[in-house]
């Protein structure tokens, strides 16, 4: 079931021109601060996007820091939208649910094909802004000591890798706490735009209510509230105390919306 | 309907877990309040290092030279430290995409700026504007604790800080003067180090200003965490004048008087900037030009409850007060401190009719 799922994933070609499309901001970001040289202003923009004209290969968080906020959310908010909510406005969630298959096992499924996508999408992203960076961003401070970390304390190459590889794992869960929200919409939804709507909804309202000091008490809970703590992944020694917040957090949101997408698609009476 | 209700139930229960973290209740001590004084003041020396978070409700006018103090006193800052004693430390203001640190050895401070990925050195000078560093509860605590005695101080309850029950007590300053009714310290147990700092002005329910420790240890930090080696192609800068209360400081061609409101001038203020009083009684006096003093006295005069005249503009600001001499096009002395308005009208009056000009230098 999970493979027939990768494949169709794979296979579709809205998966990749929707990831062409998440990769075409950073790469426009990239060539105007390379043909202009204008980075924006200290404390301005998205993490790392000030550094990167010193040093390109920073430019994969930069990039991150660019999809994160909008576009990558989105993208997993639509494509969860689509996994139950897709195949019963087109007619096939009746005959799929035919196959000798659980309930579960497609849910599983459904999960593991939205987080191939992310894996994917953020993949293609920062493969493609490690090349833009090398090739027409800075590398002043590329030396033998490699780059400085945000608390300026140099960072060896392999000690670069490790972290970069840490943020795009983070980054990635952060987005399986959304596919898991789009998912439980998903099976409530008739729609497939009604679930994403729905789940880019919880995102901005999220968003909007960190930003307000009334809603301090909610601060804990809103989703989007750790999604840039992969930048203390770069500070020195390295601050873990928001990253496994945010950790627990997302683990929190699958665990209950995808243990209320389970309860709500196991009872759902099917005629699409 | 049954797996509906193991879904809701897990919710509640990890919402509760949630919850229930930031609710744990305080064991209370009962240690006096002349001995948590005590203790207290033995541990100004102590070392530390921690993750702070400070919250104040200051809305302070924003202008030039003085944005950084608003932020800090108006807004919500992150910082971590590590502190050896006060000659060796590092305080690292956390941002959402980058991070300015204080790396202090000896009388000098390097500042180190992720975004503008810019390191500068400077001395440290007599007078200058409140910094990141001088918030951390230990450094806040220890100034309002200036002058106070065993008198002016009582015990409230423990309260949950930086995941220690923190015996609490409560400062009243010892002069009429001030315009802080209270301010509370709870410390920790074992080192004696304040965790948390709350300053409350006269009349107000929440406080104007938090400092506390979310992490919090008492161990001593490596040298290596109190260090700071420029990253590679970054030059370190020298900063000559540190702030506007330093330039005023060095340069201005004024001497303010050796006593105003009936406040002492502190012996390290001994240029043309005054600081007066100590503790929960202090006030600072700078004499500022007219290019300095025109947009200030333009924001003063935007802020809610602004007191106007043709000679002086007034504000108060939760328990800081801020007053800014002459009229607009003229350059004045801007005093501001935790005085009470009447005190601080009064050390206008003193400062404008006692200073001494020294002539153009």
């Not at chain 1, 043909?35 to 430019?59: E, M, N, Q, W, Y």
């Not at chain 1, 998912?183 to 901005?204: C, D, K, Q």
């Not at chain 1, 949101?253 to 196991?266: D, I, K």
């Amino acid at each position: 079931m999970i493979r027939v799922e990768l494949v169709k994933l794979v296979r579709n070609r809205r998966t990749w021109t929707t990831i062409a499309v998440i990769d075409a901001l950073p790469v426009l970001v990239a060539v105007l601060l390379a043909v202009t040289d204008i980075g924006p202003r200290p404390g301005t923009g998205p993490a790392f996007l000030s550094a990167v004209l010193a040093d390109g290969t920073l430019f994969p968080l930069a990039a991150l820091g660019i999809v994160l906020p909008l576009f990558l959310p989105l993208a997993v908010a639509i494509t969860a939208g689509e996994a139950i909510a897709g195949e019963a406005q087109q007619g096939t969630l009746r005959y799929l649910l035919i196959r000798p298959v659980g309930r579960t096992r497609l849910l599983v499924a459904k999960l593991v094909s939205i987080m191939a996508f992310v894996v994917l999408a953020v993949l293609v992203v920062a493969a493609t802004a490690y090349l833009l960076g090398a090739l027409l961003l800075g590398n002043e401070s590329v030396s033998a000591t490699g780059p400085a970390s945000v608390s300026g304390s140099a960072m060896s190459t392999p000690e670069l890798v490790g972290r970069t590889l840490l943020a795009l794992g983070y980054a990635m869960l952060c987005m399986l706490g959304v596919a898991a929200v789009g998912l439980f919409l998903s099976t409530i939804a008739r729609s497939p735009l009604g679930a994403a709507l729905g789940t880019m909804a919880l995102l901005v309202a999220s968003t909007l209510l960190l930003t307000l000091d009334a809603a301090d008490v909610l601060r804990a809970y809103l989703p989007t509230r750790y999604w840039l703590a992969f930048v203390d992944l770069f500070r020195d020694p390295i601050l873990w105390r928001d990253v496994l917040r945010g950790v627990l957090l997302q683990l929190a949101y699958v665990v209950v919306f995808l243990g209320a997408a389970w309860a709500n698609f196991m009872t759902k009476d099917v005629t699409d | 309907m049954r797996r509906w209700s193991v879904v809701v139930a897990g919710t509640l229960l990890l919402v509760a877990a949630i919850a229930g973290v930031h609710r744990l209740p305080a064991a209370e001590s009962d240690v006096g309040a002349a001995e948590l004084l005590r203790q207290v003041r033995g541990a100004e020396d102590h070392s530390w290092s921690g993750y702070i978070e400070t919250e104040g409700a200051l809305q302070l006018p924003d202008t030039d030279g003085f944005s950084d103090v608003g932020a800090l006193f108006g807004e919500r800052t992150t910082m971590r430290a590590w502190w050896h004693d006060g000659q060796h430390w590092r305080v690292a203001q956390l941002l959402l995409a980058g991070e300015t640190d204080l790396i202090h050895r000896g009388d000098t401070t390097l500042r180190w700026d992720y975004e503008r990925f810019d390191a500068t050195l400077s001395r440290d000078p007599a007078i200058r504007l409140p910094r990141t560093a001088d918030l951390v509860p230990p450094v806040l605590a220890a100034r309002l604790l200036r002058g106070v005695d065993v008198d002016d101080v009582e015990r409230i309850p423990a309260k949950r800080t930086a995941g220690v029950s923190a015996p609490g007590l409560r400062l009243v300053p010892p002069s009429d003067l001030s315009s802080i009714d209270h301010a509370d310290v709870w410390l920790d147990p074992g080192s004696g180090v304040p965790l948390r700092v709350e300053v409350h002005a006269d009349g107000a329910d929440s406080p104007a200003f938090t400092s506390q420790f979310r992490e919090f240890s008492s161990a001593r930090p490596s040298t290596d965490e109190v260090s700071f080696e420029p990253p590679p192609g970054v030059e370190v800068g020298f900063d000559d004048v540190l702030d506007i209360a330093d330039a005023a400081n060095q340069y201005a061609s004024v001497r303010p008087p050796d006593r105003v409101a009936g406040l002492e001038r502190a012996a390290s203020s001994d240029q043309a900037v005054g600081v007066y009083g100590r503790g929960m009684t202090e006030m600072i006096a700078i004499p500022i030009r007219d290019r300095e003093a025109d947009p200030l006295r333009e924001q003063l005069a935007q802020t809610a409850g602004v007191d106007r005249s043709a000679e002086r503009t007034a504000v108060s600001v939760g328990p800081l007060g801020v007053v800014l001499t002459g009229a607009a096009g003229e350059g004045g002395w801007l005093l501001a401190g935790t005085l009470t308005r009447e005190a601080l009208d009064r050390a206008a009056d003193d400062v404008l009719a006692d200073s001494v000009f020294l002539g153009d230098r």
